[in-house]
């Protein structure tokens, strides 16, 4: 079995993004898809460390993905504070049909496109401004 330091990929994962994904705001990818072992990094360059509302988000999806059957396998923050990484699994052993796990999985890809996206927390306004249709056309 091999044993991996999810908080040291974590930390590598943050510089990467500071370094080299700077252009992107928020994005998730998955690091390892087997059906064992799936892992999902998710990541922001959104000025964790001083901006108390990307901390609070962060935070707060955090805890929300534990509470739902996720597993955080690391969370790590930039040298700077810019760039953070987090690195979470589901815990798909705890369900026991087929169709359960694919729900989890499921539930997990909808968390993570809400969250990417700044519409994760529905009582807080998003992070950045929705383009809305109603006032993108125009009146004549």
């Not at 080299?20 to 072992?37: I, K, M, Q, S, W």
């Not at 990417?116 to 009582?123: C, D, I, K, Y």
């Not at 401004?129 to 006032?135: E, I, L, R, T």
Request: proline share 6%; glycine share 4%.
């Amino acid at each position: 079995m091999v044993n991996h330091n999810w908080p040291l990929l974590a930390k590598l994962l943050a510089i990467i993004a500071h370094r080299r994904l700077n252009h992107v705001y928020r994005a998730a990818f998955c690091l390892d898809g087997t059906e064992d072992n799936l892992v999902v990094a998710v990541f922001g360059n959104d000025d964790y460390a001083s901006s108390d509302r990307c901390h609070h988000d962060v935070e707060s999806f955090r805890e929300a993905l534990t509470e739902t059957g996720n597993d955080e396998l690391g969370f790590s923050v930039s040298p700077d504070g810019e760039s953070w990484v987090l690195l979470t699994r589901p815990d798909l052993a705890r369900n026991q049909t087929y169709a359960a796990k694919v729900f989890q999985v499921e539930m997990l890809k909808e968390s993570l496109d809400d969250f990417v996206e700044g519409t994760f927390n529905p009582f807080l306004p998003p992070v950045r401004p929705v383009k809305s249709p109603a006032f993108s056309q125009s009146r004549d």
